[in-house]
């Protein structure tokens, strides 16, 4: 497919702005810096599902000022999760009885209602840690992209490295693998398919997320031993209603 601009999202990230090879090879934060802006969400929510086998679970995704608030239909409720963003962190928080609390640490890395999504991997956290090193380019399928590995600052989660695969001209992840501390593959993100939802203040096209595959890996071989499909609906125009 041949796109103008692809804005990526995971419950919660989006890619815009281009790195064009016309300019100045850009440094491994710039390029994670343009994968983590937020930009489709300022022109509609998006709802949808992540499959797995023969069953789905509802997810919708709001972009609220500066923050991005996600929700799941998980135990027959909607559960509120918001992540608050800042230059250096993104933050998470659950909704309980109306109330924002911090999200445990114990259980970022626990599977979302039976699918390979963690709270983890909604959140997409590791695009905030800290000095992101560019290793080189290479191909994802057709498009030329940036190779970035992001190490774990910390001890929590399951990752202690990521791998981001950012496209050289459109600024958009492309795939991201995660690594244990035994640098043992764990789970991989791939966009497959994007879709239009009309055009910025400046008239261009914007594209976001249609549907990601996320695997999640046999430790020992590499292996895809699972899969969950996130795809999203036709996407609605920014409004107060939905699930909230």
């Known amino acids: 497919m041949i796109m103008k601009r692809i804005f990526s999202l995971l419950a919660l990230l989006v890619c815009s702005g281009a790195i064009g090879h016309a300019q100045q090879q850009p440094t491994a934060a710039q390029i994670i810096g343009g994968a983590k ?6 022109q509609a929510d998006l709802t949808g599902n992540m499959t797995r086998g023969g069953g789905k679970v509802p997810v919708a995704l709001f972009l609220r000022k500066e923050n991005i ?9 909607w559960k509120g999760f918001h992540m608050r963003m800042n230059d250096d962190s993104c933050d998470l928080f659950e909704m309980v009885g109306g109330k924002q609390k911090d999200f445990p640490a114990s259980r970022i890395a626990q599977p979302i209602a039976g699918t390979d999504l963690s709270y983890e991997d909604l959140a997409m956290r590791f695009f905030y840690w800290k000095n992101p090193i560019l290793e080189g380019e290479e191909r994802v399928g057709v498009h030329n992209c940036w190779k970035i590995r992001l190490n774990n600052p910390g001890k929590g989660g399951a990752y202690q490295v990521m791998y981001v695969w950012v496209h050289q001209k459109y600024g958009a992840f492309m795939k991201i693998e995660g690594f244990d501390r035994q ?3 764990l789970k991989r993100f791939e966009v497959t398919d994007v879709m239009n939802i009309g055009k910025d203040a400046s008239g261009n ?4 997320l249609k549907q990601m595959n996320v ?5 020992e071989n590499g292996r895809a031993v699972s899969q969950t499909k996130l795809i999203f609906d036709a996407p609605k125009i920014v409004a107060p209603k939905g699930p909230r």
């Open 215 to 219: 695997s999640s890996l046999n430790p």
């Open 37 to 42: 802006v937020v930009a489709a969400l300022q």
């Open 69 to 77: 608030q996600f929700q799941v239909w998980e135990d027959k409720v």
């Open 205 to 208: 096209e914007v594209y976001t």
């Open 183 to 185: 640098g043992r593959s």
